[in-house]
């Protein structure tokens, strides 16, 4: 089989189960994280370091396990965060402490204070320039004095005069590298995702996006003071959502109109049952991500939504989408149930424990497998996943995971 007859029968098979049909037999799509790397002896420094050296780890798990989606390589570029002085993210190297084959690591900081709702939603472009960026990058400091608020042209060259002082143009200067650091990672990455696409491979996580509600605090005002939010300030909150919810969709269509996108990710962070009331979620979260959902449905693109942490309270919230054109893949959920409730809405995502995978026998992995597979893949809409984003696995496990899906999963 060439690679244009793989991805077009590959292509097909997911259609399929998107559509809540029986393909020939469950596609196998593992949501790969780190283990491009861990898995093929890269270290996570020199992958960060330049993406370009995880590429081996990349194609030879494509030859290996012949996913059925394939996830271009999620990681954090090393040099733009250390050439702006992160404050919020670490990645692994000399500069921060961790080892070489440990992952990147990003804190809950927040960088909007209780008593700058207001100031944020008055002008949110200047406040992420002067507020939000100086306070992620001590090297962007000095870019809280910069000023684009004052429309008359006489007061233009008052305020400009900023950028003759040295820490602003040091600031400058940081801001470039950083941004030729990212340049070169980028290309990096679209190098490795073309020539994912050039080996037969459907790409299910080329792009990705995250609801208003989790970019707001994963981003600004942290995940801890946006969950307290919800209580202390519920209308200023609502405010940056309905803000947010118009950045975020023009955003998501945008890239995926640009990269000819055929899903798009969707990490959903603090919609879990632990954080929000069943009340809480309704109000607060699915309102942004459905109009999210929607939209992306309304060009063709089918939302990859991946319900983090237990979401056993939220499944019959998340069916009102429209039939056949969203893919769930879940953590910790009572698959079963979940089947019961989405299965004539949304394909799901099975969720095999990565921990067994890391750290359990084959012989289990076998049978969670098998599981799976008995109470899922009935009527179709079942795609074979793991639990959380792939970093470690057992080799064996991983063998014994997919040899299982392929014999036992045929229709």
Same mark, same amino acid.
């Given at each position: 089989?060439?690679?244009?007859?793989?991805?077009?029968?590959?292509?097909?098979?997911?259609?399929?189960?998107?559509?809540?049909?029986?393909?020939?037999?469950?596609?196998?799509?593992?949501?790969?994280?780190?283990?491009?790397?861990?898995?093929?002896?890269?270290?996570?420094?020199?992958?960060?370091?330049?993406?370009?050296?995880?590429?081996?780890?990349?194609?030879?798990?494509?030859?290996? $396990?012949?996913?059925?989606?394939?996830?271009?390589?999620?990681?954090?570029?090393?040099?733009?965060?250390?050439?702006?002085?992160?404050?919020?993210?670490?990645?692994?190297?000399?500069?921060?402490?961790?080892?070489?084959?440990?992952? $990147?690591?990003?804190?809950?900081?927040?960088?909007?204070?209780?008593?700058?709702?207001?100031?944020?939603?008055?002008?949110?472009?200047?406040?992420?320039?002067?507020?939000?960026?100086?306070?992620?990058?001590?090297?962007?400091?000095?870019?809280?004095?910069?000023?684009?608020?004052?429309?008359?042209?006489?007061?233009?060259?008052?305020?400009?005069?900023?950028?003759?002082?040295?820490?602003?143009?040091?600031?400058?200067?940081?801001?470039?590298?950083?941004?030729?650091?990212?340049?070169?990672?980028?290309?990096?990455?679209?190098?490795?995702?073309?020539?994912?696409?050039?080996?037969?491979?459907?790409?299910?996580?080329?792009?990705?996006?995250?609801?208003?509600?989790?970019?707001?605090?994963?981003?600004?005002?942290?995940?801890?003071?946006?969950?307290?939010?919800?209580?202390?300030?519920?209308?200023?909150?609502?405010?940056?959502?309905?803000?947010?919810?118009?950045?975020?969709?023009?955003?998501?269509?945008?890239?995926?109109?640009?990269?000819?996108?055929?899903?798009? $990710?969707?990490?959903?962070?603090?919609?879990?049952?632990? $954080?929000?009331?069943?009340?809480?979620?309704?109000?607060?979260?699915?309102?942004?991500?459905?109009?999210?959902?929607?939209?992306?449905?309304?060009?063709?693109?089918?939302?990859?939504?991946?319900?983090?942490?237990?979401?056993?309270?939220?499944?019959?919230?998340?069916?009102?989408?429209?039939?056949?054109?969203?893919?769930?893949?879940?953590?910790?959920?009572?698959?079963?149930?979940?089947?019961?409730?989405?299965?004539?809405?949304?394909?799901?995502?099975?969720?095999?424990?990565?921990?067994?995978?890391?750290?359990?026998?084959?012989?289990?992995?076998?049978?969670?497998?098998?599981?799976?597979?008995?109470?899922?893949?009935?009527?179709?809409?079942?795609?074979?996943?793991?639990?959380?984003?792939?970093?470690?696995?057992?080799?064996?496990?991983?063998?014994?995971?997919?040899?299982?899906?392929?014999?036992?999963?045929?229709?």
């Amino acid at each position: 089989m060439n690679a244009e007859q793989r991805l077009a029968e590959k292509s097909q098979r997911i259609k399929d189960v998107v559509a809540l049909k029986e393909p020939d037999r469950v596609p196998f799509a593992p949501k790969v994280g780190n283990y491009y790397a861990r898995g093929y002896d890269i270290s996570m420094y020199d992958a960060m370091k330049d993406i370009r050296n995880i590429g081996p780890g990349v194609y030879q798990f494509l030859e290996d $396990f012949d996913p059925d989606l394939a996830w271009a390589p999620v990681l954090y570029p090393a040099d733009p965060p250390e050439a702006m002085g992160s404050t919020y993210l670490k990645v692994p190297g000399p500069n921060s402490g961790l080892g070489l084959d440990e992952s $990147f690591q990003i804190g809950d900081k927040f960088f909007l204070m209780d008593d700058e709702y207001d100031e944020f939603l008055h002008d949110p472009s200047h406040f992420m320039l002067t507020k939000v960026y100086p306070r992620k990058f001590k090297e962007l400091e000095p870019l809280s004095k910069v000023c684009f608020q004052t429309p008359v042209e006489y007061a233009l060259y008052i305020e400009n005069s900023v950028f003759a002082q040295p820490d602003v143009q040091q600031a400058l200067e940081a801001l470039k590298r950083g941004g030729e650091a990212s340049a070169k990672w980028l290309n990096g990455l679209m190098e490795i995702v073309g020539n994912i696409a050039q080996r037969g491979f459907p790409l299910g996580a080329a792009g990705a996006t995250t609801c208003a509600f989790d970019m707001f605090s994963d981003n600004i005002r942290g995940l801890i003071n946006s969950i307290s939010d919800i209580y202390a300030r519920p209308d200023q909150l609502l405010a940056v959502i309905d803000y947010m919810t118009e950045v975020c969709i023009a955003k998501a269509v945008g890239t995926c109109k640009g990269l000819n996108l055929d899903y798009l $990710f969707i990490p959903l962070h603090a919609g879990v049952d632990e $954080f929000m009331s069943r009340e809480n979620y309704r109000k607060f979260y699915w309102p942004c991500l459905q109009k999210l959902m929607l939209a992306l449905i309304d060009i063709g693109v089918t939302p990859y939504a991946f319900c983090e942490g237990k979401y056993n309270t939220r499944l019959d919230i998340i069916k009102e989408v429209p039939k056949g054109k969203v893919i769930y893949m879940f953590e910790e959920v009572d698959i079963a149930n979940a089947k019961k409730v989405l299965g004539d809405t949304a394909c799901i995502c099975g969720n095999l424990s990565t921990a067994l995978l890391a750290y359990g026998k084959k012989e289990r992995v076998v049978e969670e497998t098998k599981r799976l597979l008995d109470t899922c893949a009935p009527g179709g809409g079942f795609i074979m996943d793991c639990s959380i984003v792939l970093d470690n696995a057992k080799r064996e496990n991983m063998e014994a995971w997919y040899e299982t899906t392929m014999e036992y999963g045929k229709y």
